[in-house]
C-alpha cells in the first residue's frame, strides 16, 4: 500500500506572526519556519502504518518555493521513503494544491493521503476535503484513530460532543487530528541518513496544473492589541467589578 503525505511549510508555530507594514500578509521574510504541525502528526502515522507492515512505502510531497524542501527533508528524516517537491513561487490556495495531489495520486497510484487537518497559517482546512471530491474517494477528517484491514480504513472522528467511527473503502483520503499521534522527533542518524534519501522537483505545469490564485486577499490586518489590566484594593472590589463593570456576575 503507498501513502502519500503532504507537507506544508508555515510560520513556525513559537513564532508570534507579524502583518507586512503594507497589509498585504502575514510577514514571513526572516521568520522561523517548520513543517505544519498536523502534517507531522499525519507523517508519524504513516511511519507507524509502514512500521506495522500496512504501507509499503511513504511519499512526501510539499508544494511551494524551492525551501520546502527543508519540509520534505524533515519528514524524510522522520522516516517517509521519498520526497517529491512541487516548485512554483505562486501563492497556493487549496484548489491548487488540491489539483497537484490528485495529479500525483494519479501518476504514482497512491491508496492513502494521510493530510494535516489543516494549515495552521491560513487556516482554510479545505485541501482534504477538495481532494477527496476531485478524486471521488471517500474522506475521513479529523481523525483521532486509523485502523487499517482488508481494504478499509476505519476511521475514528473527533465531532462535536463526541467520537464518530465511520469505514472508508479504499482508496480514500484522512486528515489528521492533534491526538492521532505525538509525533516523533528524527534522530541525528536519520537526519544524516534522509540526505541521501531523493526529492523528484517538478513544476504545477508538469501536472497540467494552473495554480493561479482565484482569490484576491483584500487587507490582513492585527488583531486588536489587549488593554492592560488593573490591580483591585481587595476582594470586594473585585466582586463589584465583576459585577457592575464587566457584567459576568449577577
Ligand atoms: P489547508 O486546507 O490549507 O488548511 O491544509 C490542509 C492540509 O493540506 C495541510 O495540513 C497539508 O497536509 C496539505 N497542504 C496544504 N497546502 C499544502 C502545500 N502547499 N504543500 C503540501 N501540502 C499542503
Not at 507537507?7 to 497589509?23: E, F, H, L, Q, T
Not at 499525519?42 to 504501507?55: D, P, Q
Not at 517517509?80 to 516548485?87: H, N, P, T, W
Not at 501536472?207 to 483584500?218: E, F, M, N, Q, W
Request: overall charge neutral; proline content about 5%.
Amino acid at each position: 500500500m503507498k501513502l502519500l503525505v503532504p507537507v506544508k511549510r508555515v510560520v513556525d508555530y513559537n513564532v508570534k506572526v507579524r502583518v507586512k507594514s503594507d497589509g498585504s500578509a502575514v510577514e514571513t521574510a526572516g521568520v522561523k519556519m517548520s513543517m505544519n504541525p498536523f502534517d507531522e502528526i499525519a507523517t508519524e502515522e504513516a511511519i507507524r502504518l509502514k512500521e506495522k507492515g500496512v504501507a509499503t512505502e511513504i511519499i512526501a510531497i510539499s508544494a511551494g518555493i524551492a525551501a520546502c524542501q527543508e519540509t520534505i527533508r524533515t519528514a524524510l528524516a522522520m522516516g517517509a521513503d521519498r520526497g517529491i517537491l512541487v516548485e512554483t513561487d505562486v501563492a497556493l490556495e487549496p484548489l491548487a494544491v488540491a489539483k497537484i495531489l490528485k495529479a500525483i495520486v494519479e501518476k504514482e497510484g497512491i491508496d492513502l493521503v494521510i493530510l494535516g487537518k489543516q494549515a495552521i497559517d491560513d487556516d482554510m482546512n479545505a485541501t482534504g476535503q477538495m481532494l477527496a471530491a476531485l478524486l471521488g474517494w471517500p474522506q475521513g477528517t479529523f481523525a483521532s484513530k486509523i485502523e487499517i484491514a482488508d481494504g478499509t480504513a476505519t476511521i475514528t472522528r473527533e465531532v462535536d460532543g463526541g467520537l464518530e467511527t465511520i469505514a472508508l473503502k479504499l482508496p480514500a483520503i484522512v486528515t489528521a487530528d492533534l491526538r492521532l499521534n505525538e509525533p516523533r522527533y528524527a534522530s541525528l542518524p536519520n537526519i544524516m541518513k534522509a540526505r541521501k534519501k531523493t526529492i523528484d522537483t517538478i513544476k504545477p505545469a508538469d501536472l497540467g496544473v494552473d495554480p493561479a490564485p482565484r482569490l484576491t486577499t483584500i487587507k490582513v490586518s492585527e488583531p486588536p492589541s489587549r488593554k492592560a489590566g488593573i490591580k483591585v484594593a481587595d476582594v470586594a472590589a473585585l466582586i463589584d467589578k465583576l459585577r457592575n463593570e464587566a457584567k459576568v456576575i449577577s
